[in-house]
Nanobody
Framework: QVQLVESGGRLVQAGGSLRLSCTAT????????VAWFRQAPGKDREFVAA????????RHADSLKGRFTIRRDNAKMVVYLQMEDLDPEDTAVYYC?????????????????WGRGTQVTVST
C-alpha cells in the first residue's frame, strides 16, 4: 500500500518562501492525481492545491491569491508545493494525498492515501 511522506515544513518569517515535497513509499505517485491540504489549529482541514497525473492540469485554492504553486516531477516521483510570500495565516500542518485516478479533485474524501503531514509555522 502506498504511503506518503511530506517534508520541507519549518519555521519561517512572514514574507518568506518554502517548498514542500511529497514522496511515496510502497508505491508510486506517478500516474495519480495528488493534492495538498492543510489544517490550522482549531480549524477544519482545507484544500490547498491539486495536480493531475502528468502535471498538465492543476487547481489552487482561490484564497491563496496565486502565492502557492503545485507541480510534479514524475521522473523523481515527487510532488512539490512552492509557497511564496508566506503569512502567519498559512501556519498549519500540510498534508499530501493521492488517489488511484489520474485526475484531481478538491474533495478530501476522494483521496484514500495520506501522509502524516509537515508543520509549517510562519512568524510575524
Amino acid at each position: 500500500q502506498v504511503q506518503l511522506v511530506e517534508s520541507g515544513g519549518r519555521l519561517v518569517q512572514a514574507g518568506g518562501s518554502l517548498r514542500l515535497s511529497c514522496t511515496a513509499t510502497g508505491g508510486t505517485l506517478s500516474g495519480s492525481g495528488v493534492a495538498w491540504f492543510r489544517q490550522a489549529p482549531g480549524k477544519d482541514r482545507e484544500f490547498v492545491a491539486a495536480i493531475n497525473y502528468d502535471g498538465s492540469s492543476t487547481r489552487h485554492a482561490d484564497s491563496l491569491k496565486g502565492r502557492f504553486t503545485i507541480r510534479r516531477d514524475n521522473a523523481k516521483m515527487v510532488v512539490y508545493l512552492q509557497m511564496e510570500d508566506l503569512d502567519p495565516e498559512d501556519t498549519a500542518v500540510y498534508y499530501c494525498a493521492t488517489r488511484i485516478y489520474r485526475t484531481w479533485t478538491t474533495n478530501e474524501n476522494d483521496y484514500p492515501y495520506w501522509g502524516r503531514g509537515t508543520q509549517v509555522t510562519v512568524s510575524t
